[in-house]
């Protein structure tokens, strides 16, 4: 068996640009956020983002492995949010067109706040949800990009969204405060 030992890899005429084999992870970037927000969506419309990372991958053949995690809680009764991922702009990882169907990329699981009826008491208002992000995307460029993730819900009329806490947030330990995330890594094509 050979062992090669080397302090430094570097590209023959420009650093960083070393020929990896398909599947090696490149780099990876995070998206992080800790605070507690509240966002109001209107009906048929999306929040403005709520999370998001940029990555400049090396090479233009290269695959950008998404995920994440966002937490959060509804402000109202009994409704559910959806999840919109996009590279700048431009949505990905949709669910197929069908109809006036919402095409997102994942959801919440229903909302349980005020279930009792007591508006805004009771166990329904401590729930915290979270919603996957996990998409395998080809962006085809070595520019600078951009992931962002926003949200929209299934009811009528505006709704509000509580990122990282839930709708009860009084002072005390039956309160949790959390984190969302988005991971990128840059996978060798």
Known sequence: MSTLSVDTIQGKTTAGTVAMPAGA??????GTTTSASSFSIGTGSFSSTLISATITPKFNTSKILITGVLNGSSDSQSHGFFIALQRGSTDIGQGDANGSRTRVHSGFAQMLQNSDGNNGGGNGAEILGHGSINFLDSPSTTSS?????????NSGGTQTFLMNRTKND???SSAPRC???LTLMEIAG
């Open 25 to 30: 992870v490149l780099q990876v970037v995070q």
């Open 145 to 153: 990009t951009t992931y962002n993730v926003k949200v929209s819900h």
């Open 170 to 172: 009084g002072n005390s």
């Open 179 to 181: 984190s969302s995330t």
